[in-house]
């Protein structure tokens, strides 16, 4: 990892200046103690199952936009069994961005995740924005008037 990225703690998370590769180590680390905002899209294609969503609170709306979060049990997602999502298929665009948040201005990498390889650059970056496009502009807001550090910040 380079000294340009920046840690915001609040969402723990570096902005960075390039995206970098990632491979899933399967530690299940992302699916407890998170908040999983849960968008329309998201809500239709897990239309089959039920009880497995919470209305989010209004600092969690004011952060991601989604009115809606996945419930957790003892912390850990509902659709958690072991380090293996019972869901896989149908998971929210949440889980198929981590460790990824790519905003309108920003490149956001997960603090936590243990797959992230900092030595080789991604060339996926039109895929996680698209897939951040639920989160991208309340974050980005979010970010701008929460943090001391904007002003390093970079646009992807
Ligand atoms: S934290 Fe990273 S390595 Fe672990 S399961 Fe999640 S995406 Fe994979
Ligand atoms: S839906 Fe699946 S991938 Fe997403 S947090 Fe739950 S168990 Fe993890």
Same mark, same amino acid.
């Given at each position: 990892?380079?000294?340009?990225?920046?840690?915001?703690?609040?969402?723990?998370?570096?902005?960075?200046?390039? $995206?970098?590769?990632?491979? *899933? #180590? /399967?530690?299940?680390?992302?699916?407890?103690? @998170?908040? =999983?905002?849960?968008?329309?899209?998201?809500?239709?294609?897990?239309?089959?199952?039920?009880?497995?969503?919470?209305?989010?609170?209004?600092?969690?709306?004011?952060?991601?936009?989604?009115?809606?979060?996945?419930?957790?049990?003892?912390?850990?997602?509902?659709?958690?069994?072991?380090?293996?999502?019972?869901?896989?298929? $149908?998971?929210?665009?949440? *889980? #198929? /961005?981590?460790?990824?948040?790519?905003?309108? @201005?920003? =490149?956001?990498?997960?603090?936590?995740?243990?797959?992230?390889?900092?030595?080789?650059?991604?060339?996926?970056?039109?895929?996680?924005?698209?897939?951040?496009?639920?989160?991208?502009?309340?974050?980005?807001?979010?970010?701008?008037?929460?943090?001391?550090?904007?002003?390093?910040?970079?646009?992807?």
């Amino acid at each position: 990892m380079s000294d340009t990225q920046v840690l915001i703690p609040e969402i723990g998370m570096f902005v960075a200046q390039k $995206l970098p590769y990632h491979s *899933c #180590r /399967r530690c299940g680390r992302c699916c407890a103690n @998170k908040l =999983i905002p849960l968008y329309e899209k998201d809500l239709e294609r897990l239309g089959g199952f039920r009880g497995f969503y919470l209305p989010t609170s209004s600092l969690e709306r004011e952060i991601t936009g989604a009115a809606h979060k996945m419930k957790m049990l003892d912390s850990k997602c509902i659709f958690l069994d072991g380090t293996t999502c019972k869901v896989y298929d $149908l998971r929210p665009d949440t *889980c #198929r /961005r981590h460790p990824f948040i790519v905003t309108r @201005k920003r =490149i956001l990498v997960s603090a936590a995740c243990p797959g992230v390889d900092w030595s080789i650059e991604s060339e996926d970056l039109a895929y996680y924005k698209s897939l951040s496009s639920g989160i991208s502009e309340k974050l980005d807001r979010f970010i701008e008037t929460r943090s001391k550090f904007s002003d390093r910040w970079t646009r992807p």
